[in-house]
């Protein structure tokens, strides 16, 4: 009956079959945790026994493991009356939650029945499965994240509270389809089994092989069988099955007498091409819009907000007031209708007042239709030209205008020196200074032997005369000529 990891990837891919109607779509969508429960279901007793020792299964559960194995196992035909009994109501569990448990079923009968004639006869059987499951998931859904997004749902079913309706549901129907169920505590435990048998392949995308390699099975199992035609096969036949659910559903008739019927109608009657799919494809269109409409109204007041006949009154956009000529003259006094203002006066009548009617229809008669208003006598005494030149006519203030920048500087020289930082002249300090005496450290030389080399210097001026003045330096604003390369310098004179 193929791999588990296949019947729950086909399961949640359904949703986007396309043709599918959109309220078997949705159900798909809203509730995956409990559509992958119910297309796991025949598996669950398997993967329970599978995770049992050698004394568990002989002493223990394991005989109704395999017991539940049995009956649950899929044929070659789907049993029509076995997803019948997850459509039935069995507790007080919603319709829509009712519906995605059944449509995994659904789901799983159908694969079964269109590959079953697929499964391999040999020793190695599961490992054949499990190798025509991977590489369907990497034909189908080349992305790995993706994949890894199709796994996710499933972990929802590790906490077995949050699926306390859902539990009883289902035990309720196997009871009713095989006379006894499997119990609240046994379909827990076949939960959290399926959680731990898919959390391996949530983690890396794919799921392990079981002793069968990919390329191995892929000429013989895989490509030579039509494989991929097959499961496709089964995903236009559960389109067609779920699509005439789903308008039974769009006439208020939940009868799972119609998915009976789908069921016998054969699978090479129901695989035909579908003349309909896009006269239905519009009536589910139709259905939608017509359902939104009434949506969307429901809960409006039917009472109209103005009368039959009578015209609507706007406010103003601005302040949401209601000016004098948008009102009719039916909803105002004899007083204040606007025929009774002089023509001049109407283009523009004044606001109304919202809570009080203090100015009269006289006073505003009187205000538009006598002279123009005239601007305020306070507010016009003095011109622009006046405040010009009487700012301009302003003197300076005379606590700022007391001394003038002149007196200031003569008066900031005649300023004297302050006595404690002038009580030397600068002659004075000089005088003191050539009084000081020679540092000892720099008077090794006697004076004789000082005298002696005056001498010695006037003796050589005497015999190669004086020294030569030295040449005159250009100013800076002149460039002296750089030397040559045949320019000599003067020797020095010879003795």
């Given at each position: 009956?193929?791999?588990?990891?296949?019947?729950?990837?086909?399961?949640?891919?359904?949703?986007?079959?396309?043709?599918?109607?959109?309220?078997?779509?949705?159900?798909?969508?809203?509730?995956?945790?409990?559509?992958v429960?119910?297309?796991?279901?025949?598996?669950?007793?398997?993967?329970?026994?599978?995770?049992?020792?050698?004394?568990?299964?002989?002493?223990?559960?394991?005989?109704?493991?395999?017991?539940?194995e049995?009956?649950?196992?899929?044929?070659?035909?789907?049993?029509?009356?076995?997803?019948?009994?997850?459509?039935?109501?069995?507790?007080?569990?919603g319709?829509?939650?009712?519906?995605?448990?059944?449509?995994?079923?659904l789901?799983?009968?159908?694969?079964?029945?269109?590959?079953?004639?697929?499964?391999?006869?040999?020793?190695?059987?599961?490992?054949?499965?499990?190798?025509?499951?991977?590489?369907?998931?990497?034909?189908?859904?080349?992305?790995?994240?993706?994949?890894?997004?199709?796994?996710?749902?499933?972990?929802?079913?590790?906490?077995?509270?949050?699926?306390?309706?859902?539990?009883?549901?289902?035990?309720?129907?196997?009871?009713?389809?095989?006379?006894?169920?499997?119990?609240?505590?046994?379909?827990?435990?076949?939960?959290?089994?399926?959680?731990?048998e898919?959390a391996?392949?949530?983690?890396?995308?794919?799921?392990?092989?079981?002793?069968?390699?990919?390329?191995?099975?892929?000429?013989?199992?895989?490509?030579?069988?039509?494989?991929?035609?097959?499961?496709?096969d089964?995903v236009?036949?559960?389109?067609?099955?779920?699509?005439?659910?789903?308008?039974?559903?769009?006439?208020?008739?939940?009868?799972?007498?119609?998915?009976i019927?789908?069921?016998?109608?054969?699978?090479?009657?129901?695989?035909?091409?579908?003349?309909?799919?896009?006269?239905r494809?519009?009536?589910?269109?139709?259905?939608?819009?017509?359902?939104?409409?009434?949506?969307?109204?429901?809960?409006?007041?039917?009472?109209?907000?103005?009368?039959?006949?009578?015209d609507?009154?706007?406010?103003?956009?601005?302040?949401?007031m209601?000016?004098?000529?948008?009102?009719?003259?039916?909803?105002?006094?004899?007083?204040?209708?606007?025929?009774?203002?002089?023509?001049?006066?109407?283009?523009a009548?004044?606001?109304?007042?919202?809570?009080?009617?203090?100015?009269?229809?006289?006073?505003?008669?009187?205000?538009?239709?006598?002279?123009?208003?005239?601007?305020?006598?306070?507010?016009?005494?003095?011109?622009?030209?006046?405040?010009?030149?009487?700012?301009?006519a302003?003197?300076?203030?005379?606590?700022?205008?007391?001394?003038?920048?002149?007196?200031?500087?003569?008066?900031?020289r005649?300023?004297?020196?302050?006595?404690?930082?002038?009580?030397?002249?600068?002659?004075?300090?000089?005088?003191?200074?050539?009084a000081?005496?020679?540092?000892?450290?720099?008077?090794?030389?006697?004076?004789?032997?000082?005298?002696?080399?005056?001498?010695?210097?006037?003796?050589?001026?005497?015999?190669?005369?004086?020294?030569?003045a030295?040449?005159?330096?250009?100013?800076?604003?002149v460039?002296?000529?750089?030397?040559?390369?045949?320019?000599?310098?003067?020797?020095?004179?010879?003795?």
């Open positions: 009956m193929a791999d588990l990891f296949l019947h729950l990837a086909f399961a949640r891919r359904l949703r986007l079959a396309e043709g599918l109607h959109p309220l078997i779509g949705e159900t798909l969508t809203r509730r995956p945790a409990l559509v429960l119910g297309a796991a279901l025949p598996h669950l007793p398997g993967v329970e026994r599978k995770g049992m020792g050698f004394f568990q299964r002989l002493f223990s559960r394991g005989s109704e493991a395999a017991r539940w049995k009956q649950l196992a899929a044929t070659s035909s789907p049993r029509a009356e076995l997803v019948k009994r997850f459509f039935l109501p069995a507790n007080d569990l319709p829509l939650a009712r519906c995605s448990v059944a449509l995994g079923v789901a799983h009968e159908l694969l079964a029945a269109s590959t079953s004639s697929l499964a391999p006869s040999t020793a190695d059987r599961a490992g054949v499965e499990r190798a025509q499951a991977r590489l369907w998931l990497q034909a189908a859904i080349p992305s790995a994240r993706e994949l890894e997004h199709e796994w996710r749902p499933i972990a929802d079913l590790a906490d077995a509270g949050l699926h306390k309706r859902a539990i009883e549901h289902v035990d309720g129907a196997l009871k009713t389809a095989f006379g006894q169920g499997p119990g609240r505590e046994g379909i827990a435990r076949w939960m959290k089994g399926l959680v731990a898919v391996p392949a949530a983690l890396g995308g794919l799921p392990p092989t079981l002793g069968v390699a990919d390329h191995v099975a892929r000429g013989p199992h895989f490509e030579n069988n039509n494989f991929v035609a097959r499961v496709q089964a236009t036949w559960f389109v067609i099955v779920a699509n005439r659910l789903g308008e039974r559903v769009e006439r208020a008739d939940v009868n799972a007498v119609a998915v019927d789908a069921l016998c109608a054969g699978g090479a009657e129901i695989l035909q091409a579908d003349a309909e799919a896009g006269a494809r519009e009536r589910w269109e139709s259905w939608q819009r017509e359902r939104r409409a009434t949506t969307l109204d429901r809960g409006r007041n039917e009472k109209p907000a103005f009368c039959a006949g009578a609507h009154h706007r406010g103003n956009a601005f302040t949401g209601l000016n004098l000529s948008d009102l009719p003259p039916s909803d105002l006094p004899p007083e204040l209708h606007v025929s009774s203002l002089p023509p001049e006066s109407t283009a009548a004044p606001p109304l007042p919202a809570m009080t009617k203090e100015i009269s229809l006289a006073a505003i008669a009187a205000a538009a239709g006598g002279a123009r208003f005239q601007t305020p006598a306070r507010t016009q005494e003095i011109s622009l030209v006046q405040v010009e030149a009487e700012s301009r302003f003197g300076a203030p005379a606590a700022t205008q007391e001394l003038s920048l002149a007196q200031v500087e003569a008066e900031s005649a300023f004297g020196a302050p006595a404690a930082t002038q009580e030397l002249s600068l002659a004075q300090i000089e005088a003191e200074s050539r000081f005496g020679a540092p000892a450290a720099t008077q090794e030389l006697s004076l004789a032997q000082i005298e002696a080399a005056a001498d010695l210097r006037s003796a050589v001026v005497g015999e190669f005369g004086p020294p030569p030295p040449l005159p330096v250009p100013p800076p604003d460039a002296s000529p750089a030397p040559t390369a045949d320019a000599k310098s003067p020797e020095p004179p010879r003795e």
